[in-house]
């Protein structure tokens, strides 16, 4: 159960301009580490997160952000964790 002081943010975001973006985004992470727990295992979590934030700012342009761009990102960022890993377990 939500806090109200929790309750009183979430509506305040909900105002914010892109803020569902913002929850677009962290959607798409969310189901992109969890892929890469399933495949490679928790060891490989902080570096599968710096890899869709690095993609993030190659793939996203701030102007051009979207959900389509957001798969598009987790993708970059899953090839790009498979050839710096291909050898090796993160």
């Known amino acids: 159960m ?3 002081e929790e309750n009183v943010a979430l509506k305040t975001i909900s105002y914010i301009p892109g803020a569902g973006l913002f929850a677009e985004a962290e ?4 189901a ?11 060891q490989c979590v902080m ?7 690095e993609a993030l700012d190659d793939v996203c ?3 051009s952000a979207s959900r389509e761009c957001f798969r598009k990102v987790s ?16």
């Open 75 to 90: 993708v970059a960022a899953a090839v790009s964790l498979k050839t710096t890993t291909a050898a090796r377990i993160c």
């Open 61 to 63: 342009p701030s102007a």
């Open 2 to 4: 939500i806090s109200a």
């Open 32 to 42: 992109f580490l969890s892929a890469v727990i399933a495949v490679h295992g928790p």
């Open 27 to 30: 959607r798409e992470l969310s």
């Open 47 to 53: 570096k599968a997160a710096k890899h869709w934030i």
